[in-house]
C-alpha cells in the first residue's frame, strides 16, 4: 500500500496528473433524512445534482466518508 501511495504522489509531484479523485458521497451524505430522500424520485434528482456539483470540488472533498481515485494507464 505504502509503494502504491508514493507512486501516485511522485507522479503528482514530478509530472502532469494521470488520475482523478472523486468523493464518492460527497456532502449529500450529510443530509439527515438521506435514505429516505433517496427513495423519493424528485428528492434523489435533487440529491445527484448537489454530488455531481461536488464530487470533484476540493474544497469539500474531505467531507466525504469514501475516495475513489480514477486512473488512466499511459501507452
Known amino acids: 500500500m505504502a509503494s502504491t501511495l508514493v507512486g501516485l504522489l511522485q507522479g503528482l509531484i514530478h509530472q502532469k496528473a494521470f488520475f482523478t479523485m472523486y468523493a464518492v458521497e460527497g456532502l449529500i451524505w450529510l443530509d439527515r433524512n438521506y435514505f429516505k430522500n433517496m427513495l423519493h424520485?424528485?428528492?434523489?434528482?435533487?440529491?445527484?445534482?448537489?454530488?455531481?456539483?461536488?464530487?470533484?470540488?476540493?474544497?469539500?472533498?474531505?467531507?466525504?466518508?469514501?475516495?475513489?481515485?480514477?486512473?488512466r494507464k499511459k501507452y
Open 41 to 71: 424520485k424528485q428528492r434523489r434528482k435533487t440529491l445527484n445534482k448537489l454530488l455531481k456539483i461536488t464530487e470533484q470540488d476540493i474544497n469539500v472533498m474531505s467531507f466525504s466518508p469514501h475516495m475513489m481515485i480514477a486512473a
